[in-house]
Nanobody, 122 residues
Framework: QVQLVESGGGLAQAGGSLRLSCAAS????????VGWFRQAPGKEREFVAV????????SYADSVKGRFTLSRDYLENILFLQMNSLKAEDTAVYYC???????????????WGQGTQVTVSS
């Protein structure tokens, strides 16, 4: 079974940038959908973005569209989330997850990483 390891979180100022990485081990991302979700304190986990690994198609939440961009290292099985123009409301723990179908519902994903904290100061 694939294991996911996120990295790249940290502290950024509003308007700044961070890049998150999600690396797979134990199996490739081939045939999977690889998504990012986030959860802020006291809030439910919410969809951020997803990539269908084989074709590379992507989908974004309206709240991050135009600011966040997915990219990948296909051979190394790493998914990147470039986050620009960060806002205080982007503060959350960001999770990488894999599933069979690209979906905005967290229930569609069966493997999750441990999460990485992103904090944006205003």
């Amino acid at each position: 079974q694939v294991q996911l390891v996120e990295s790249g979180g940290g502290l950024a100022q509003a308007g700044g940038s961070l890049r998150l990485s999600c690396a797979a081990s134990g199996r490739t991302f081939r045939g999977a959908a690889v998504g990012w979700f986030r959860q802020a304190p006291g809030k439910e986990r919410e969809f951020v973005a997803v990539m269908s690994w084989s074709g590379g198609s992507t989908s974004y939440a309206d709240s991050v569209k135009g600011r966040f961009t997915l990219s990948r290292d296909y051979l190394e099985n790493i998914l990147f989330l470039q986050m620009n123009s960060l806002k205080a409301e982007d503060t959350a723990v960001y999770y990488c997850a894999t599933g069979i179908v690209a979906d905005k519902r967290s229930s569609a994903y069966d493997t999750w990483g441990q999460g990485t904290q992103v904090t944006v100061s205003s």
